[in-house]
């Protein structure tokens, strides 16, 4: 009777270390998302643009080619923004649309790369998860 206990318990352990187990990484992607979602909320838009403006002036007055993005660490080491500009972004691959603000509003202006999919701010401000396919 006691070894058929036993038995009943390690298996039940083992169900629920799997389960643990399991989780995991579906708990760090939630943290992630909600990590980068928090920074994108604090990230100011007037100074995005502004750099935005500036980089894409600058880029016109040299003559170079325009790219349809710019990463925000180009836009930081280029000091359009401060790393304090940033904060929570630092080490998330950020990239920026070049085109008009007055492009369509659901346009998408800002795209963080995650892990699970993209985060993305559109034109009116809102973020958006994209899921990879």
């Known amino acids: 009777m006691k070894t058929k206990r036993f038995i009943i318990l390690g ?3 083992v169900f629920v270390v799997a389960y643990a187990i399991s989780i995991i990484p579906n708990v ?3 943290l992630e998302r909600e990590k980068t979602v928090r920074a994108l909320q604090r990230l100011s838009p007037d100074k995005v643009a502004t750099a935005v403006e500036a980089f894409t002036r600058d880029r016109k007055a040299t003559n170079s080619v325009m790219p349809a993005t710019v990463s925000l660490h180009e836009l930081v080491s280029d000091r359009y923004l401060s790393l304090d500009d940033i904060r929570g972004l630092e080490s ?3 990239t920026v649309a070049l085109t008009p603000a007055e492009t369509n509003w659901s346009d998408i202006w800002i795209r963080v790369q995650a892990t ?3 985060i993305v701010t559109l034109r009116d401000g809102s973020i958006h ?5």
């Open 11 to 13: 298996v039940l352990a």
């Open 28 to 30: 760090r992607l939630s």
């Open 92 to 94: 998330s691959d950020v």
């Open 116 to 118: 699970s999919g993209d």
């Open 129 to 133: 998860k994209l899921w990879k396919r």
